[in-house]
């Protein structure tokens, strides 16, 4: 499910009525990325390529006026954050339940290395399996101490207010399951996330809804009856 929008202010500011809103902003691009290696809780920077496409985005999200922003202390999601904070004047908070996936022994490896030394634990993990990859932490305890960490700073937004989390592809995806009230092992199905692109839950009348995901644009309003 991939997002459509005007590139620039289609969209800006808040919508009266609208509801609280949580977006989820994936950090920049860093060096492994490129290469294809779980990094998991190893602190990585970004590539100037990454640090650029945080800049950009930036630009986009910051139309949308945000309330608070909350990131990852790990480098690669604190400076992405960095760049909202200094277009908004937003003070960061940041939060180390907001971290990757702790991953053990996978964590710097290739993906082919994972499969090559690990094949049947990724399998069972790409199935739905609860799996500590690498000896690591299961899917449902990084949304245990992640989804609370969100839930607790959209309580004190506004009616109609929005928060920026900045985190990491594994741990956006878990609470995104979790705050929809998905079984664990559908979560996959969710898809993963592009560098600096985002999701986005909105406030209904039965709880949060999935409106955007794996976003690069600003979102436009839902046009039908489908709403």
């Known amino acids: 499910m991939t997002a459509t929008g005007a590139e620039a202010g289609s969209a800006a500011g808040r919508t009266p009525g609208r509801g609280r809103r949580v977006i989820l902003w994936r950090h920049?691009?860093?060096?492994?990325?490129?290469e294809r290696r779980f990094q998991g809780t190893t602190d990585?920077?970004?590539?100037e390529t990454g640090?650029?496409?945080a800049r950009r985005s930036?630009?986009?999200?910051?139309?949308?006026?945000?309330?608070?922003?909350?990131?990852?202390?790990l480098q690669r999601a604190a400076n992405t954050?960095?760049?909202?904070a200094a277009l908004t004047g937003l003070e960061?908070?940041?939060?180390?339940?907001?971290?990757?996936?702790?991953?053990g022994v996978w964590q710097g490896l290739t993906h082919e290395e994972i499969?090559?030394?690990?094949?049947?634990?990724y399998t069972a993990w790409k199935h739905g399996e609860p799996v500590r990859r690498g000896?690591?932490?299961l899917e449902s305890e990084v949304a245990d101490r992640a989804a609370p960490v969100v839930l607790r700073h959209a309580e004190k937004l506004p009616a109609d207010g929005t928060l920026v989390v900045v985190s990491h592809g594994g741990t956006i995806r878990t609470t995104i399951g979790r705050l929809l009230g998905l079984e664990a092992d559908s979560w996959e199905s969710l898809g993963g996330l592009s560098n600096c692109c985002w999701s986005v839950l909105g406030e209904g009348a039965r709880g949060w809804r999935l409106l955007e995901h794996n976003a690069g644009t600003l979102p436009e309003p839902v046009l039908g009856d489908d709403d």
């Open 92 to 103: 960061v908070t940041h939060d180390e339940a907001l971290r990757e996936t702790y991953a």
């Open 44 to 47: 990585v920077p970004l590539t």
């Open 135 to 137: 000896g690591g932490e």
């Open 81 to 84: 954050a960095a760049e909202l």
């Open 58 to 73: 930036a630009r986009l999200l910051a139309s949308l006026k945000p309330d608070a922003i909350v990131a990852s202390d």
């Open 28 to 34: 920049g691009q860093t060096l492994w990325n490129v």
């Open 115 to 121: 499969v090559s030394r690990f094949g049947d634990e």
């Open 51 to 53: 640090v650029a496409q």
